[in-house]
């Protein structure tokens, strides 16, 4: 390597050591002059002249935290603080094609958390209007429903419904961030191997356990839907 190339490796490294520090001296500098969701953030020849460092660094810096949803740029109002999007850099993450057994594994676990937690949301917060809209979308489920292969439609369609009967955003956030990973399982071929346990609740045995159960049974009512759909990968 020669010299003007270490030189130009270093000068890298350095300015991405600043841009860092500069990245969390804007985070501190929002919470300790309490700014708010909605609030305009100093201008650029601003914040270069508090924090004493050039544009371009506080250029790059601002642009890391609209990149993780921080602030965002409104029209003729410049740069303001926003609600952060949790959900968005993972989203951009998203590939189950390069993605481990492991990985999907932790994935799949993380969604059976996450639909047996929400079983108290579901109860508490369940309208007749949701239960005639999810005997709906059941109509159609095999007799026979403990034998019949993973169906990608009816499965988004179905517990979509119930991350929105839940009433929490981020949960519903999260099954859409899911989904990619849903899909690509489903097409790989991996869930057409059957379950070792050939009797597992059904959606309607579970669309059942909220109209006449109780939160206790729903949990372990989709702890066996679910175990069961993922032993078709992991066994």
Do not use: C, W
């Not at 985070?27 to 460092?53: H, N, R």
């Amino acid at each position: 390597m020669s010299a003007l190339e270490i030189k130009q490796s270093l000068q890298t490294i350095d300015t991405s050591s600043l841009v860092d520090k500069v990245e969390r001296k804007l985070i501190e500098l929002l919470i300790s002059k309490d700014f708010k969701v909605g609030d305009p953030i100093p201008k650029e020849v601003e914040l270069s002249d508090i924090l004493g460092v050039s544009r371009t660094v506080v250029r790059e810096a601002l642009s890391r935290l609209k990149t993780v949803g921080l602030i965002e740029t409104k029209k003729k109002r410049g740069a303001v603080l926003t609600n952060p999007n949790l959900t968005s850099l993972l989203e951009k993450s998203m590939y189950p094609e390069i993605m481990d057994k492991t990985t999907l594994r932790d994935i799949f676990e993380l969604r059976l958390a996450l639909e047996i937690g929400m079983a108290d949301f579901i109860m508490e917060r369940v309208t007749k209007k949701d239960i005639a809209e999810l005997k709906s979308i059941v109509a159609n489920e095999p007799t026979i429903a403990d034998q019949h292969l993973f169906q990608i439609e009816q499965e988004i369609r179905f517990h979509g419904k119930l991350y929105e009967i839940s009433g929490n955003g981020m949960l519903k956030r999260f099954q859409q961030m899911l989904l990619p990973v849903f899909d690509y399982v489903h097409h790989s071929g991996l869930l057409k191997k059957m379950p070792k346990s050939r009797k597992f609740v059904s959606h309607k045995g579970i669309v059942d356990i909220i109209e006449n159960g109780s939160a206790e049974m729903l949990r372990n009512a989709m702890r066996n839907h679910l175990e069961n759909h993922f032993a078709r990968i992991f066994e």
